[in-house]
């Protein structure tokens, strides 16, 4: 493997420790549980290893104790500004959990907590700054050490970095996810960062090599203080552009010399163990078969800390949140005051449009007495996330494997779904059985759903009020009577749709739009035409209905196919010109069906009855199973937060939870049930051939500058390999490296011959092919090339097109010069094929900027590294091309 070697290079270490807090209890009630004098032993004896190790000078290393986050933020900037090399930033002190998320914050000396409001650290920094500070960075490598409680929640953060940072940051934490850690008596380092000295200290030194060792050693000698406990596993996320970071290369001894001695440590034997190796779901071989966990042998010659002094010692939330867990909330011990144990996490998969309305009923839970055990402790924390519908199902479906263990970047639910799910909630009732493999394949998932859906929201046409329609029976019918009316009141009205890959509610739409799903009604070429846009439908409906506004006369004549409770929490982005709209409902769309589903995965069973009784709890208070009240009565729990967002109940008669006040009708008559499975998924297969195969063309910016993003699955061109898993066997595509070399007329060179082509072969021969070049990007003249050689192609068929450059920006200066923008803008506005401007600059969209400007003038998008690129540039690709291999 290639390495990056940083000696002679201007690099900066910069080593935080928190060893004392102002704040602390029982004094201070809102305070930390006590200091953690290891913390002092662990930056001497790393500052030490540092000096010694050949990578870092005496001026290059500083070490600081905060009191504030101003002092922090001071320090930590300085370091930014120095390093031109490696950067290495290396945290020790208390690491805490807010009671909404399960991002980390790093507890500074006068940190505090403020119980019941969604930040809950005063004084404490949030892990997503600091990595948004180290992403100014000019130095070619970060690395990030991190030793305190809950270190792996770091990690939620980093996956959604940019490409350009992920192919330089790599992270190293000193736990799993949602777990506390000891500290030890103060006596000696952490165990840790005792063991990483212990590495650094050991000849050459790596990132991956250091991270597998001390995951090796520490998951066999040490225990976490979770119940039960399970092995101590630092986690690690390396930086994706392929190349290991060299962190020691200590000068050769003469002979005879003796080399440094390693400090102290109390922590190197071990004190008990046993537990899956991954909690919460374990390892496995291949076959399906769980790992062996560890179980050692009982300390020796220590007295393990007990009581409030073992407490005292955690690297971690204070005792008067210590049930703090993902989205577990701040609580003051248990009705006898003693600390509470850290919850157990439960992971909560839904759709897009329903992640608001649960992550609402998901805070109420925490902070009901459902969730409290007898002792006034929390019973479990819960993080809800959502995803696109259309991957979801295909994900339960044939990846329930590579969901447990990737094993490459084709197939990697991980990383484009997020953590497996303990419950899954579909805004659809048909899901479930769209998600169940039905072919002899082994799957490694079973899906358990309540037999009917516990809400629901009928999909209606959200109608411009100076276009609806006044009495209440003219707005209920047929969807095409519906907007052929709307038509008839407004010549140029228009009607959008979500993006049925991406949320149940834009399908279900869809099935309407078809005429029903079947081979009858209208054809889906001209159903599309009906809802077409300038420019990719919303992900959402929320983000339809704020994206209409942006243009007044848009707004005034536009309908959208949206779910009915989004009129009333669809409006964050409400403002004084905003066009206020009401319900229609078509009876040929299919409604809305939150489902709850229990999802169990093969060999995760060491927690199994904690966790189905956690999981029972929640449900029972989210969907009102047990007990059922009479149908007048007001709902509760659950059901009260779908009420208040503008839900129906999911049976008898669909009646609303809450009020109608928000231009719905309360009620409309006979509303349409759930979908057929089939008919779902036949609507999607036709809205992907809808238009027939398609064509892209990728651009790749091969110039000199592309070097340090060009390696890995993360680099350029492994992104272009992986977006193709949305390209099918009759979709035509390529790819251009675009580069201006001396002598060639042309401002680009082939990379992969445009036409069709099986999808792993290309993805092979992408990689292979392209080269960096050490010259610079025209990218004007290259794309004003791709759109007339695109448009030539437009005329031998009508199916879909994009062209995606994917670039660093280096060169866009020569897009701007002489007015060549204005004429590429111009050729983009005439030829009308959509480009996506793909930049690994975390600023390239930005307004004003020439790739924010192509992609608007042609109707395509702009992906930065803002956000998720790579997913995003997947999705933009699966739309023009039909996924089917064969």
Not at 86 to 99: E, K, M, Q, T
Not at 702 to 717: I, Q, Y
Not at 859 to 865: E, F, H, I, M, S
């Amino acid at each position: 493997m290639a390495r990056f070697d940083p000696r002679g290079k201007a690099n900066r270490a910069l080593l935080v420790g928190v060893p004392e807090y102002d704040f602390k209890q029982p004094e201070h009630p809102f305070g930390v549980s006590g200091d953690l004098q290891a913390v002092e032993h662990n930056l001497t004896g790393l500052g030490r290893a540092l000096r010694t190790g050949g990578i870092f000078t005496e001026d290059g290393i500083t070490v600081t104790c905060p009191r504030t986050v101003d002092e922090f933020d001071q320090d930590l900037d300085a370091a930014v500004e120095a390093a031109e090399g490696l950067l290495l930033l290396y945290f020790s002190g208390h690491g805490a959990v807010p009671s909404t998320g399960d991002e980390l914050w790093l507890l500074m000396r006068r940190a505090t907590i403020v119980p019941g409001t969604e930040s809950v650290f005063r004084g404490a920094v949030p892990w997503k700054s600091v990595l948004t500070v180290l992403s100014r960075a000019r130095a070619e490598r970060v690395v990030v050490i991190l030793d305190c409680c809950y270190a792996g929640n770091a990690s939620t953060a980093w996956d959604t970095l940019g490409t350009a940072q992920r192919q330089r940051t790599s992270l190293l934490m000193s736990v799993q996810a949602n777990n506390r850690i000891d500290a030890g008596d103060g006596d000696g380092p952490t165990p840790f960062t005792a063991q990483l000295v212990r590495l650094l200290q050991d000849g050459e030194v790596g990132f991956d090599g250091l991270a597998d060792r001390l995951r090796s050693h520490m998951s066999a000698h040490h225990t976490t203080l979770r119940e039960p406990p399970e092995p101590w596993e630092p986690q690690s996320r390396s930086a994706t552009s392929g190349a290991d970071v060299l962190l020691a290369a200590p000068p050769v001894r003469p002979p005879g010399t003796r080399p440094p001695q390693p400090p102290p440590t109390l922590f190197a034997e071990p004190y008990g163990g046993g537990g899956s190796r991954h909690s919460p779901y374990p390892a496995r071989t291949r076959g399906g078969r769980r790992a062996a966990a560890r179980r050692p042998g009982g300390r020796r010659g220590l007295i393990p800390l007990t009581g409030r002094r073992r407490l005292a010692a955690v690297i971690g939330v204070p005792v008067a949140i210590a049930g703090l867990v993902a989205t577990g909330l701040a609580v003051l011990g248990g009705g006898d005051g003693a600390a509470c144990k850290p919850p157990l996490e439960l992971r909560l998969l839904t759709d897009p449009d329903l992640e608001p309305t649960l992550r609402k009923a998901a805070e109420a839970y925490l902070m009901s007495n459902a969730n409290r055990a007898g002792d006034g402790c929390r019973r479990s924390g819960i993080t809800v996330y959502s995803a696109g519908a259309a991957a979801t199902v295909a994900a339960f479906g044939r990846q329930s494997d590579p969901w447990q263990r990737p094993t490459g970047d084709d197939n990697n639910p991980q990383r484009d779904i997020g953590p497996q799910p303990d419950i899954w909630v579909p805004a659809s009732f048909a899901s479930v059985d769209r998600a169940r493999l039905t072919s002899p394949e082994r799957t490694y998932v079973s899906l358990e759903a309540d037999p009917e859906p516990f809400a629901y929201s009928p999909v209606v046409l959200a109608v411009p009020q100076n276009l609806a329609a006044e009495p209440a029976a003219e707005r209920v019918g047929s969807l095409a009577a519906l907007t052929e009316a709307v038509r008839k009141r407004e010549a140029k009205a228009e009607v959008r749709r979500t993006d049925p890959e991406n949320t149940d509610a834009g399908l279900l739409a869809t099935i309407g739009l078809y005429g029903g799903g079947g081979t009858e009604g209208r054809s889906p070429a001209s159903a599309e035409r009906g809802v077409a846009q300038a420019g990719p439908p919303a992900r959402t409906g929320a983000e339809l209905l704020c994206t209409l506004p942006d243009d007044n006369e848009v707004d005034d004549r536009t309908t959208a196919l949206v779910p009915e409770f989004l009129l009333k929490t669809g409006v964050g982005c409400d403002s004084a010109t905003r066009t206020g709209r009401m319900a229609e409902y078509p009876v040929d769309v299919p409604g809305l069906s939150p489902t709850f589903v229990r999802v169990r995965w093969r060999g995760a069973d060491r927690d199994k009855e904690a966790r189905d009784r956690a999981v029972e709890g929640f449900r029972t208070w989210l969907t009102g199973k047990e007990g059922k009240t009479p149908a007048a009565s007001a709902p509760s729990g659950g059901l009260a937060v779908f009420g208040q967002d503008g839900f129906r109940s999911g049976s008898g008669g669909h009646r609303p939870l809450g009020g109608s006040d928000f231009g719905a009708l309360a009620d409309p008559g006979l509303l349409p049930g759930p979908a057929l499975p089939s008919s779902m998924t036949d609507a999607l297969k036709r809205y992907r051939e809808a238009n027939g195969p398609g064509r892209v063309l990728f651009l790749l910016d091969s110039s000199g500058s592309m070097g340090g993003l060009w390696e890995g699955p993360g680099g350029a061109p492994g992104i272009i390999a992986q977006s193709l898993a949305g390209l099918g066997g009759q979709d035509e595509y390529g790819v251009w490296g675009v580069a201006t070399e001396p002598g060639n007329p042309r401002p680009y060179g082939e990379v992969l011959p445009f036409g069709t082509h099986k999808r792993e072969e290309a993805q092979r021969a992408i990689p292979a092919s392209a080269q960096v070049k050490d010259v610079e990007a025209d990218p004007g003249r290259a794309l004003v090339a791709a759109l007339e050689y695109m448009a030539q192609r437009g005329t031998e068929s009508h199916g879909p097109q994009l062209i995606v450059y994917i670039t660093d920006d280096e060169d866009n200066n020569r897009m701007t010069e002489d007015g060549r923008l204005n004429d590429l803008l111009a050729s983009a506005r005439a030829r009308k094929i959509p480009v996506v401007m793909a930049s690994l600059d975390a600023g390239g969209c930005d307004k004003g900027k020439p790739d924010a400007a192509v992609s608007e003038a042609s109707g395509g998008r702009c992906l930065d590294t803002k956000g998720d690129l790579v997913a995003r540039l997947r999705d933009e690709v699966a739309r023009t091309g039909t996924g089917d291999e064969g």
